[in-house]
């Protein structure tokens, strides 16, 4: 009779949901910058307070009260993530008797992923606007081979969080003006790896799959306040609250023959915090010809840090994982050439730093500060309407991970060592209808 601790680890995948990798998240951590086309090309520099289409509800909702009529954006971006993992020493499974951990090492954990965007907006008399955006601010999609060596540790990792956002504005005066917005966030997870089931028996072989699937929505909130200083200057400043989550789902254990092990199955939540942030943004014309952006984010990451896993069945903690998160930073600078009334030009670069440093990378998070180096256009045809390119090539350094993760409830443990090699490539187009 094959004996499974009741605290089998499965609860690691729903504490993961928590550890994201970035395979779709190409701000650092697990969010996504990726709100619109137009701001591409400038690595999002002066990002709150640029103001040039209805996307400014995301990053700054006061900005909402420059633009001209009713507009409606439709924008995307499609993002490839080259990442492989390389070991620098063999894995140690201990003491995982009959289990050996061979030398896949997971194949590239990206590959192509897509971030959609749809924004509208309108003028209420001559001092209110109201809009309303659908995003997704944060999200991932990685995933190892199945058999990799660190599948003890995770295998898939999928996290899509969408977000709709009405948002009003006020103009106080020609030189100030004030914005605000509801959040409604709905967060859908999926996340798989590797569990030790056993002794082996003939029905029951030693390895076995886990797999977590959760969501839960939340609510949060936006404000932004935008300053003309002079005729050339503006001032951006905005604020995203914290999103409280109780994700609540299944999790179901197999044996690798597709043998559900009811032991290792239960209804599972884990409470999950994502960050808030706070943004200043700066653009200052030149002429006709020129205009300098910059961008100053905080980021407070650090709301996540140790993540209890609980039975919702019976209140008990199942696993336990201490991720310490720390706050991060971007700086962003970027330049818009207006080449002519039809073609403007754009350029940019960035600096994302990681919440993730050496002594917390996980094989979900291999996460690194990020370069970025953007290049973008905008066409306007016809009189208001308009059509934006965007390209970024995102440097990372190699991310070192020296990982030991035991199996809760047990002596068993993997150790994972080696590094990570990153290339990211985002591409994004936006059609502005303004009517």
């Known amino acids: 009779m094959i004996k499974l601790n009741k605290k089998t680890p499965v609860a690691v995948a729903l504490v993961g949901a928590l550890s ?29 307070a640029v103001a040039q289409d209805a996307s400014t509800i995301f990053f700054n909702p006061a900005g909402l009260t420059l633009l001209p009529g009713m507009q409606a954006v439709v924008a995307g971006s499609a993002i490839y993530l080259d990442t492989e993992f390389s070991s620098t020493a063999a894995p140690v499974f201990s003491p995982f008797p009959g289990v050996t951990p061979g030398t896949n090492t997971g194949g590239n954990i990206g590959g192509w992923s897509t971030v959609p965007n749809l924004y509208f907006s309108m003028p209420i008399g001559d001092r209110f606007a109201f809009g309303v955006g659908i995003n ?8 190892y081979d199945d058999d ?22 006020f103009k106080v005066s020609d030189t100030v003006s004030l914005g605000a917005g509801i959040n409604w966030q709905k967060t859908d997870v999926e996340l ?17 799959r886990t797999k977590l699937e959760a969501d839960d929505d939340a609510w949060g909130w936006n404000v932004g306040a935008l300053f003309q200083l ?46 808030d942030s706070a943004l200043l943004s700066v653009t200052q014309r030149f002429g006709d010809k020129w205009e300098l952006l910059g961008d100053l984010q905080y980021t407070n990451w650090s709301t996540i840090d140790t993540v209890d896993v609980v039975n919702s069945s019976n209140g008990q903690t199942r696993d336990q994982l201490v991720l310490d998160f720390n706050d991060t930073w971007r ?61 970024t090539h995102l440097f990372t350094s ?32 936006q059609l502005t209808w303004t009517f």
């Open 148 to 169: 990799w060596m660190g599948r003890f540790q995770g295998i898939k990792s999928e996290l899509t969080a969408i977000n709709v956002n009405p948002s009003v504005a």
């Open 398 to 429: 190699d991310a070192d991970i020296n990982r030991t993760r035991a199996q809760f409830g047990t002596s068993l443990s993997t150790t994972i060592t080696g590094e990570y090699e990153s290339s990211i490539d985002v591409f994004g187009i």
């Open 192 to 208: 798989t790896n590797a569990v030790f089931l056993g002794p082996p028996l003939p029905l029951a072989p030693q390895e076995g």
């Open 136 to 143: 997704v601010p944060f999200g991932l999609t990685t995933e």
């Open 230 to 275: 002079g005729s050339d200057m503006r001032v951006g400043v905005s604020y995203r609250s914290a999103l409280d989550y109780t994700l609540e789902g299944d999790v179901t254990t197999t044996t690798l023959n597709g043998a559900p092990v009811a032991l290792a199955s239960f209804p599972a939540e884990a409470e999950a915090k994502f960050p």
């Open 20 to 48: 994201i990798a970035p395979g779709a998240g190409f701000a650092a951590g697990f969010a996504l910058l990726e709100q619109n086309a137009s701001g591409l090309g400038n690595a999002f520099a002066g990002s709150a």
């Open 331 to 391: 700086v962003a600078f970027g330049v818009n050439y207006f080449h002519s009334e039809r073609w403007t030009f754009r350029g940019g670069l960035a600096w994302d730093e990681s919440p993730v440093d050496d002594d917390n990378r996980t094989v979900r998070l291999p996460d690194t500060d990020r370069y970025w180096l953007s290049l973008g256009a905008q066409y306007k045809f016809g009189k208001n309407n308009a059509l934006d390119f965007g390209y």
